[in-house]
């Protein structure tokens, strides 16, 4: 972790003592719903680790509410062993109110407005916690990860065909944010900033900088975070780009990339009710 500090020129990560949050369960399963594949296992979720074997299975086209949830009830099955009677949690690419998904990214449209949390329920036959998936890697990232123990307000965001975001103040998670959507020059800052935008331009990451430090100065203007923690496959070479941001807080790279989704979906299922406003996740 200390190779992380040495990429950035910025204040140290402020550190609080909250007062603990203690999990229902020692395990729940965490299963992660992708464009491309639906992911899982079950975690350990005092620790932040998996508990059993990974899976994953292709996203079933079409992606329709009824068909992705008969995949997740084929990982549960093939996992129950592991996970006994413990909770689930499963995460998807959509804004999650009271258990209906209000929009769709990257799967098929049919989720939107659709009673999402029930129809998961109904394939497992037990009770489920339903979330926006860059609201569980933010959740895992503050509880485990690159933001473990940073106090005050923490973005954890995600580069990739979009840019997902999760603000988090004390522990606190505020959900279904979008940050990507943030205007930026008459454009979605996605549009500018997302990974996707740096392949489908070509651009080297001198070229891909000014957009990211445009994006994350917005955010920097807007939210005055005390830390900003950058995930998606494009984290993987930080070194490249994250030095040359210049911003008033730290940023750095998360720690927990592809399992983010599926450990915080377990944390926030091992703890309590997603959809909780103002519940603390982190310890």
């Not at 990974?54 to 549960?76: D, G, K, M, Y």
């Not at 944010?177 to 990451?205: P, Q």
Request: charged share 15%; net charge negative; glycine share 10%.
């Amino acid at each position: 972790m200390a190779a992380l500090v040495d990429l950035i020129e910025t204040p140290t990560i402020p550190v609080s003592q909250p007062v603990p949050v203690v999990p229902r369960t020692s395990s729940a399963l965490g299963i992660d719903i992708g464009g491309s594949g639906i992911k899982g296992a079950v975690v350990d979720v005092r620790r932040g680790e998996y508990a059993s074997d990974f899976l994953q299975i292709p996203t079933p086209s079409p992606s329709t509410p009824r068909n992705v949830a008969e995949v997740v009830a084929q990982i549960a099955e093939r996992l129950s062993a592991e996970l006994g009677d413990g909770p689930v949690g499963v995460t998807i690419p959509a804004i999650v109110r009271h258990g209906v998904t209000c929009s769709a990214a990257n799967i098929d449209s049919s989720w939107i407005d659709a009673p999402a949390q029930q129809t998961f329920q109904l394939a497992l036959g037990r009770e489920v916690t339903l979330v926006n998936d860059a609201d569980a890697a933010g959740v895992a990232e503050v509880t485990y990860g690159a933001a473990r123990n940073a106090s005050g307000m923490v973005i954890v965001t995600t580069l990739g065909t979009g840019i997902g975001s999760a603000l988090i103040h004390d522990g606190v998670l505020i959900p279904n944010t979008e940050l990507g959507h943030l205007e930026l020059d008459g454009l979605d800052a996605e549009v500018l900033a997302a990974a996707s935008a740096r392949a489908r331009e070509n651009l080297s990451f001198e070229a891909y900088v000014p957009r990211l430090q445009r994006y994350f100065g917005a955010l920097d203007f807007l939210f005055s975070p005390d830390l900003i923690v950058v995930g998606g496959g494009v984290s993987e070479h930080s070194e490249k780009f994250l030095p040359q941001l210049r911003l008033n807080c730290p940023v750095v790279p998360a720690a927990l990339q592809n399992s983010a989704g599926i450990i915080g979906a377990a944390r926030m299922a091992g703890v309590a009710t997603a959809s909780t406003l103002g519940h603390r996740w982190a310890p």
